[in-house]
């Protein structure tokens, strides 16, 4: 993967996340065009590459608690596929979810979608088993987030622990 991604970031906001409908739908097709196109307009944030006026990656972004985050996705052109953009898409996202003391983020993908989950694999995040703890609990459950998450019928949750609670100043006995 390529170091320096070509283009530059920016925020999609409002009407201007149309400018990643043409991307989304090579991207997507069926239920997840659909999906994707509905959270476009729904989601709190939209990340995006501009590589010559043109939009050719974009992520989905959303803070489903203080301390949870959830990347919807992650998506790239054809065209513009193994350029190392969906790399700095993921990286950009980690980051802004670090800088706000993010503890865990969430994310999914098609299960047959190889290419997604290496991608985020490629940055230390994980398949979670239905069954695991919570991660209020050091695990990477996701109980009671699951609905908020709107996953879609086929896809695999990943998750990513990325900042540790702040430790508890230990004090000395009183006496």
């Known amino acids: 993967m390529p170091v320096d991604a070509p283009g530059r970031l920016i925020d999609l906001v409002g ?76 990286d950009d996202a980690l980051a802004r979810f670090r800088s706000n003391a993010t503890r865990v983020v969430y994310a999914a993908a098609e299960e047959e979608n190889v290419a997604s989950r290496e991608l985020f694999r490629s940055r230390g995040f994980r398949l979670v088993d239905r069954s695991e703890r919570n991660w209020q609990e050091g695990g990477l459950g996701a109980w009671g987030l699951r609905t908020r998450m ?25 006496g």
């Open 15 to 90: 009407e201007a996340r149309d400018r990643a409908i043409p991307i989304l739908k090579e991207s997507f097709e069926g239920i997840y065009r659909w999906h994707a196109k509905r959270t476009l307009h729904e989601i709190a944030t939209v990340r995006a590459i501009e590589v010559d006026g043109t939009i050719v990656g974009a992520s989905m972004l959303d803070q489903l608690l203080p301390e949870v985050g959830y990347v919807y996705y992650v998506f790239v052109g054809e065209h513009h596929r193994r350029e190392g953009i969906g790399g700095r898409l993921l």
């Open 150 to 174: 709107r996953l879609v019928s086929g896809e695999v949750l990943l998750g990513l622990r990325i900042n540790a609670p702040a430790a508890r100043p230990t004090g000395s006995a009183s």
